[in-house]
């Protein structure tokens, strides 16, 4: 172990479930420095240890837990965790962010990563306590139950609140391919279906307590700094978050025309007030929350009345990726019903931005005769179908996805694109995916400059990878036209790595605005850990990460024989069918500047016309072992 080393524990646990063992290795400084944590680190040993072209439930994949080195700190939002592996719904890079207790847990415990492997004999829990990591039986005690249920027990057996869980539900269970795993009962590792991965190995959870202290490297600086940080955390650029949460998000995507309604046919929907962040304050919030070391509170706790005459006293964490899919994608403007549809997710286990999209899908599906009333099964709340606007149809769906209860349910938990292979004919039309990732709320005909962003995001199709739909919101560009292409790829290629390094850290990405630039993160990275660090080595570090990732799925795209330029693309949808109403009526998505727009971004990036980074520029960002390997 090398010495002089803060913030960072070091430490890492290879635990092989199959065999039941647990060894001890050391990260690196050189590690450390250049992959940072989080995100950075996956890549590194996803690309390392990960065999191409092996099934992503196999039980050799590695499934990587980690952290970055402000966990336990007081750095605002700081108290995050990242989940990474083969994606089973992508089959390429899958990993996802979830805030909460976890990370500063993990931390305090003196742990940096764990790297699991195998698949238990029976279905188990893992328990660590500072230096002690035990592999817990739980076939006959939590297998078979909901994620908060499995919370309250893991404490109760140990009697101790303070121990944080991360576990899967159900739908893990059943490798439902969207399954989360769920912490502190409203924080999700959402995306890419990590719990589908924790499903195959037969880990129902993670649990962990720790209680060492954090050494930091200049503490005195670093606490004058980060009091500094907390203060404009709490200043205006986070208000609305504070007021409303995310779903304030609602009527201002409506008024530009961008709000994702009826599987995205349009972007705009006259209903949206009803399911809007202010009407959700007004009349469904009952208390706002915060993570660990979070002073800002987006978490908006919304809950039914104790009169409502299906769903009575459901409360759940909402936002605005959880609203849009189960509110205008479906026309469901019933707010019980919505809430208790991401309750739903929550507890079963299953990313709510995934399910939206599917049952959206479904509704169509429905619709235009891919879906039958048999394939439905017997339950009276179908005996209408599966309709627009069928809130009650809408949450028994989840249920029935989430246990692969039905024909119908049993085909839309492997994700909307392989939904869309099985039901056959014109299905794909309408499946809002991208690399297999379903769709998450930004109408993309009329965001042009996030169409691009979107689609070369490695992880699927996601707005978390480069905030490109940052200057069409805000009018830097023209948001329904490819006009200053060059600018707006230059823009998109340097958020790659500014993303990169926030997923990384992990810090959350609704702090990004309090750093002016990558040279702030790296004065705050030094006083935390020791190691030397500047804007540009920081940068320098997100350009390496963001590219070991796209090599990863370079590499998985060759063993199945597949070109990767064709899947940095978008929906048909998006392309052929233009929005029906609303600001952006008639809007769509011109393929071929489209394309345009991708080929520019590659070079943006360093990469060649066909979207492999060139020998060059991964010598440039210290990748060279992976020259000759794409």
């Known amino acids: 172990m090398e010495e002089n080393i803060y913030g960072y524990s070091l430490k890492c646990a290879r635990i092989d479930l199959t065999k039941g063992t647990i060894k001890i290795e050391y990260l690196s400084k050189k590690f450390c420095e250049e992959y940072i944590g989080g995100y950075g680190f996956i890549a590194k040993i996803l690309w390392d240890e990960f065999k191409p072209g092996t099934d992503a439930l196999d039980p050799s994949v590695p499934l990587i837990w980690c952290i970055g080195p402000f966990p336990g700190t007081i750095l605002p939002t700081s108290s995050k965790y990242g989940v990474g592996a083969k994606s089973p719904l992508t089959n390429r890079f899958g990993f996802g962010i979830s805030s909460g207790s976890f990370g500063a847990q993990m931390r305090r415990a003196g742990w940096n990563m764990f790297i699991i492997t195998g698949k238990a004999p029976e279905p188990s829990f893992i328990y660590i306590e500072n230096d002690n990591i035990n592999i817990i039986p739980c076939k006959d005690s939590l297998w078979g139950k909901d994620t908060w249920t499995t919370e309250d027990e893991i404490r109760s057996m140990f009697s101790d609140q303070r121990i944080a869980v991360a576990a899967i539900g159900p739908a893990g269970e059943r490798l439902v391919k969207f399954a989360c795993i769920t912490n502190d009962r409203n924080r999700q590792v959402g995306r890419t279906g990590m719990g589908c991965v924790m499903g195959s190995k037969n880990l129902k959870a993670i649990a962990v307590k720790g209680t060492n202290s954090i050494p930091i490297y200049n503490p005195k600086k670093f606490m004058e700094r980060a009091k500094e940080l907390i203060k404009l955390a709490n200043s205006s650029d986070t208000l609305k978050y504070r007021l409303h949460g995310t779903p304030v998000n609602t009527m201002n995507f409506n008024k530009l025309g961008v709000l994702p309604t009826k599987n995205f046919q349009t972007g705009y929907w006259d209903k949206a007030y009803k399911v809007s962040g202010e009407e959700m304050s007004k009349v469904w919030v009952v208390k706002k929350a915060a993570c660990s070391q979070c002073p800002i509170a987006c978490d908006h706790i919304v809950a039914t009345k104790p009169d409502d005459p299906d769903w009575p006293n459901v409360f759940v964490s909402m ?302 960002r210290g990748l060279e072992f992976v020259i000759g390997k794409i």
């Not at 936002?319 to 019933?334: Q, T």
């Not at 990384?504 to 990558?518: A, E, P």
């Not at 320098?540 to 940095?568: T, W, Y």
């Not at 008639?586 to 500047?593: L, P, S, V």
């Open 319 to 620: 936002d605005f990726e959880s609203l849009f899919g189960f509110g205008p994608l479906s026309l469901v403007d019933h707010f019980p019903a919505i809430i208790k549809a991401v309750e739903l997710c929550d507890r079963l286990g299953m990313d709510s931005i995934s399910s939206g999209i599917i049952t959206a899908f479904a509704m169509e599906a429905y619709e235009k005769g891919y879906i039958t009333k048999e394939m439905l099964g017997d339950n009276p709340v179908y005996k209408n179908g599966f309709n627009w606007g069928d809130g009650k149809a809408e949450v028994q769906m989840v249920e029935d996805i989430a246990y692969r209860k039905t024909k119908c349910g049993d085909i839309l938990a492997e994700g909307v694109r392989k939904a869309a292979k099985i039901l056959g004919g014109e299905a794909y039309k309408f499946a809002m995916h991208g690399k297999g990732l379903e769709h998450p709320g930004y109408e993309l005909k009329g965001l042009k400059t996030a169409s691009i962003g979107f689609a070369v995001s490695p992880r699927g199709m996601c707005h978390l990878r480069n905030n490109a739909y940052g200057p069409d919101v805000k009018g830097d560009f023209d948001r329904l036209t490819f006009d200053k292409i060059e600018d707006r790829v230059k823009y998109i290629a340097k958020q790659d790595s500014m993303m990169a390094i926030i997923d990384s850290l992990i810090v959350c990405k609704f702090t990004r605005g309090i750093y002016k630039d990558f040279q702030e993160m790296a004065e705050v990275y030094e006083m935390v850990t020791g190691i030397q660090m500047d804007g540009k080595k920081l940068e320098m570090a997100g350009q390496r990460i963001v590219d070991l990732a796209k090599c990863f799925n370079i590499r998985e795209c060759h063993a199945e024989g597949i070109e990767p330029i064709s899947e940095d693309t978008l929906p048909w949808r998006h392309f052929h069918e233009p929005n029906l109403d609303g600001p952006t009526k008639g809007a769509y998505i011109n393929e071929e500047e489209f394309k345009k727009g991708i080929i520019a971004y590659y070079i943006a990036r360093g990469w060649d016309e066909k979207g492999y980074p060139k020998p060059e520029t991964l010598k440039m």
